[in-house]
């Protein structure tokens, strides 16, 4: 299938259009010049009619032998251009063509030209009728004088007309054809020059590099302008998922290192380990350096998929209460024995995903174990304000200083104060994430206990 050209389709639309304007008006010219002829023609026909008689002798009605008005003898000479063929002394080859005829009132011939002896006149009526004749349509005007009681009918073949008409209208046709010509020269160059920008658009964009992702500023005519703005939208996004594609193989590579490194350590150890106890112990810290990294790579991988996603999907109305405690019942059951819950939700409603707010409250909560003392207090609250739903975790650890809160959420933060407890610095900016997929916000305050307060302010449903 050949592909559909643009500048084809104005080329031939624009050189269509012109041809039709130009035959409209080449008709409505022909018309305008027939109408006028026959108008001439036929004010002549009256003005003859009329002034052979006033013209026609009195005394000569008293003749009884009719006046025969004979022919030029040259008017058999057919169709020729030469005009001086056309006219002589003698008359015009034309006299055939037309002719009048002259009677009294009782319908006997006064004068006439050769052609009216076979033209019937006995249906006499005065003004424009036609007749035909020899093959040929005759216009024919009959006038009576009343002063002279005679009638005069004039006639004339209609080919006269057309012929001069068609004349007129070809003289007017060649010029309005040959100005085709320019038009479609002056369309083909318009097309040209006004096409050319898409043009260079399109090669500016193939002479880009890869990695050459920033906006295009070619100027370019208003109408290609929302064209430009999708592709630097286009060129946007994928910039950024590049630039998260390189982050996450970084990410990835960085913090892999380490439990490689560990693996590769108690490898050895196993390997050249002669006491048995020593080699089990090396054989455990491998597994649990695995465990590290599987944990690891799950939450690179769930970081991932929430930077990939552009909008949330699987939206449900959720009651924050049933989220709280399918977070909780699915952490290990020895952890959560270990503390005392005080736990007051009411019955509130958000939009959401049920899993990514399981995942983020889940992992809010496991913070709050891990860096709390066994036997404290871990307090979760939910509020309904005016236009959002709050829920707040509260722990009874250490903390954090003031100067270090506004760094939690930040990939592979941790304070130096917890880098001996196990963790990989995601589990906050996984929070994050889905909190801000869901239109909200986290906050991370010191609490009155001195442990860590977190609040999560998320769209209230509407009735």
């Known amino acids: 299938m050949s592909k559909w050209s643009l500048r084809r389709t104005l080329i031939i639309g624009i050189n269509l259009a012109v041809i039709a304007v130009l035959m409209i008006t080449t008709w409505n010219i022909y018309r305008d010049i027939l109408h006028e002829i026959d108008e001439v023609f036929d004010a002549q026909m009256a003005q003859t009619a009329k002034s052979i008689a006033s013209l026609y002798p009195v005394d000569a009605l008293a003749e009884s032998n009719p006046q025969e008005i004979p022919l030029s003898s040259f008017y058999d000479l057919g169709e020729v251009d030469d005009g001086s063929l056309e006219r002589g002394q003698s008359g015009h080859k034309y006299e055939h063509k037309i002719g009048f005829f002259v009677t009294t009132e009782q319908g006997q011939p006064l004068a006439y030209t050769q052609q009216a002896l076979d033209f019937d006149f006995t249906d006499r009526r005065a003004g424009y009728h036609d007749a035909k004749h020899s093959g040929y349509t005759w216009y024919v005007y009959s006038y009576y004088s009343a002063a002279k009681s005679i009638w005069v009918h004039t006639f004339q073949r209609e080919d006269v007309r057309s012929e001069l008409s068609g004349y007129l209208a070809r003289d007017q046709l060649y010029p309005l054809l040959l100005m085709w010509v ?51 939208i286009l060129l946007a996004r994928v910039d950024l998922f590049s630039k998260r594609e390189k982050r996450f193989i970084a990410d990835a590579s960085h913090e892999l290192r ?23 112990q ?8 695995v465990d590290r990294m599987s944990n690891l790579v799950n939450q690179l ?36 024995e270990r503390f005392e819950w005080d736990i007051k939700v009411p019955e509130l409603a958000v939009q959401g995903n049920e899993l990514l707010l399981v995942s983020a409250i889940s992992n809010l909560i496991a913070n709050a174990m891990k860096f709390s003392p066994s036997e404290s207090t871990i307090s979760i609250r939910g509020q309904q304000k005016a236009s959002h739903i709050l829920l707040s975790i509260t722990d009874q650890g250490t903390g954090v200083p003031k100067e270090v809160l506004q760094h939690l959420g930040n990939r592979f933060y941790r304070h130096q104060e917890h880098s001996h407890i196990e963790g990989a610095g995601l589990g906050l900016s996984i929070v994050a994430k889905v909190i801000e997929l869901h239109q909200g916000t986290v906050t991370f305050k010191q609490a009155k206990s001195g442990g860590l307060l977190v609040e999560i302010q998320l769209p209230k449903v509407e009735d």
């Open 182 to 232: 320019p038009i479609s020269l002056i369309v083909l160059f318009i097309v040209y020059f006004a096409l050319r920008p898409i043009h260079q658009f399109a090669q500016d964009l193939r002479s880009r590099e890869v990695n050459q992702l920033h906006p295009i500023t070619t100027e370019l005519p208003q109408e290609l302008e929302p064209i430009r703005a999708a592709v630097n």
């Open 258 to 280: 380490t439990p490689l490194s560990a693996i590769k350590v108690h490898a050895e150890n196993v390997q050249h380990a002669d006491d048995p106890m020593h080699a089990k």
């Open 282 to 289: 090396s054989a455990a810290a491998i597994i649990e350096s």
């Open 301 to 336: 991988l769930s970081l991932n998929r929430l930077d990939s996603s552009a909008a949330l999907t699987n939206s449900a109305s959720l009651q924050v209460k049933e989220i709280v405690m399918t977070a909780i019942n699915g952490l290990p059951s020895h952890d959560v």
